[in-house]
């Protein structure tokens, strides 16, 4: 065996121990059985230890890259602590996470706040931070937030928020809709970098393309990569005609890596993935790094919503069960279709040998699983094959680890369920489940001036 086969099989024993995936079957059926028993339902579980296999899968295929996780897609402190001792940075779309990430302890340099259409008090908020600690950068995707930092007395490290406009094999078309709202037209990317130079120091380009990095999709990745070391090698080219070359950092192409929710789903071939953004960004200058912002990644497999069946009414056409956590819970579903595996772990109550039997000896029968909110589209699958509900069970809703508990809501008065994080086996609440005295707390606590007025009167 060469040195070259002896690593790599040393690689494959390493994915061995941290597989690309874990799938909602992978659970421990006891273990989520005993925390919904000890903690209620509705139930998110957590699970550090994954969140940890994942960031260490995603620094050993970006060996050379910055890592940065992007906070939003799950901002939960336990979370954030466990990302931030495995390396990786914080990517924060807010004040708030800005807020939480300065709480987990991530330090000046290690934080990236991503400016879109920033609300006045973001800004304020955050050029405050930068003043105490100004290693923090500022990623901008409008001229007007260049000026509304340089009102505010910013002139720190930015970052330029690009619009790459890659779609599909197109790549002169503009990127259609919403998606215009991110970052400055490609073409006038440079020049927005260069006049961002003249006020603040400019360390970086950046550009996210929202949309999940799967197997299918890897030429449009492909593309926007490229498109964005052509903009650093423009910026940075020392004999660029009229203008001086900038000193970059880093050119950062987003998150999106994409995380498989269907059961047979294939998981994402990272290192391919991170194969083919090295090979697309190429040749770096010197002195240049690639830079990631996975968030999905980072956590989506590492949680499950646990809900325990209330009703179930069997139908001509199928059978709907009731659950006790909805799209208050969990949105995903109810907000973009999305699928999301469940299981049935059964009563949990070792009452299967007493009313029903063993969920694994119970026939797959078609169910619509439906929340208690009053929506229609409070439903978190239809028509799915599960082994047969009864009253009483507890379903594991899978890959609910990221925009799950922070897409929750209040809606229709529903306490947002509570959090369990797993760290080395041992569970700890992360978040409290809410009281129905948690629903009316901004309603009593209004807070007043000395002229009695209230914050809403100013
Ligand atoms: C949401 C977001 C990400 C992460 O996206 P994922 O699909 O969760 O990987 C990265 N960067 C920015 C700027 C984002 O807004």
């Known amino acids: 065996m060469s040195d070259a086969e002896a690593a790599a099989g040393a690689t494959d024993e390493a994915d061995g121990d941290n597989p690309p995936v874990r799938r909602v079957s992978d ?6 059985s005993g925390l919904a028993d000890a903690h209620g339902t509705p139930l998110y579980v957590q699970d550090l230890d994954r969140v940890r296999e994942n960031c260490e899968r995603l620094l050993a295929a970006f060996p050379d890259a910055d890592v940065r996780y992007a906070v939003k897609a799950h901002t939960g402190q336990a979370v954030l602590e466990t990302v931030r001792d495995a390396g990786l940075d914080a990517e924060c779309a807010s004040a708030g996470e800005v807020d939480r990430a300065l709480a987990a302890g991530f330090d ?21 931070v930068a003043e105490a600690d100004p290693d923090l950068t500022v990623t901008v995707g409008a001229v007007d937030t260049l000026d509304r930092l340089a009102e505010r007395g910013y002139d720190g490290r930015v970052c330029v928020r690009v619009n790459p406009g890659v779609g599909a094999g197109h790549h002169e078309k503009v990127t259609t809709g919403g998606a215009a709202k991110f970052g400055v037209p490609y073409d006038r990317a440079a020049e927005v970098t260069r006049d961002a130079a003249e006020r603040f120091d400019a360390v970086g380009v950046h550009a996210h393309a929202g949309s999940g990095i799967d197997p299918d999709q890897l ?77 999905r990644y ?56 007493g009313d029903a039997p063993p ?54 008065s529903r306490p947002r369920p509570a959090e369990v994080a797993l760290d080395d086996g041992t569970a700890t609440i992360a978040r409290r489940r809410e009281t129905l005295g948690d629903l009316t707390t901004v309603e009593r606590e209004i807070p007043r001036d000395r002229a009695g007025r209230s914050e809403g009167d100013r």
């Open 27 to 32: 659970w421990d059926a006891g273990r989520l």
């Open 298 to 353: 980072v956590v989506a497999d590492a949680g499950v919503l646990l809900a325990r069946v209330n009703t179930v009414k069997p139908t001509p056409d199928e059978t709907v069960v009731g659950v006790d956590a909805g799209m208050t819970d969990l949105l995903r579903p109810a907000m973009y279709d999305a699928y999301h595996p469940i299981r049935n772990l059964g009563s949990g109550r070792g009452r299967e040998g």
């Open 219 to 295: 030429d449009s990745h492909r593309e926007l990569v490229a498109r964005m070391g052509d903009l650093a090698r423009e910026l940075t080219d020392p004999d660029a005609e009229g203008a001086a070359p900038l000193d970059l950092e880093y050119v950062d192409v987003g998150g999106g890596f994409g995380v498989p929710y269907e059961e047979d789903a294939p998981a994402l071939d990272l290192r391919a993935v991170a194969d083919a953004t090295r090979e697309a960004v190429a040749p770096l200058p010197e002195g240049v790094d690639l830079a990631i912002e996975p968030g």
């Open 359 to 412: 969920v694994g000896e119970r026939e797959a029968t078609p169910v619509t699983v439906a929340g208690p909110i009053c929506e229609t589209g409070d439903a978190f699958c239809e028509n799915r094959a599960l082994a047969e509900p009864v009253r009483g069970d507890l379903l594991a809703v899978g890959v609910a680890g990221a925009y799950g508990y922070e897409m929750a809501s209040q809606y229709n």
């Open 108 to 128: 000046g340099s290690r934080l990236h706040y991503t400016a879109v259409n920033p609300p006045a008090r973001d800004l304020d908020y955050v050029a405050g």
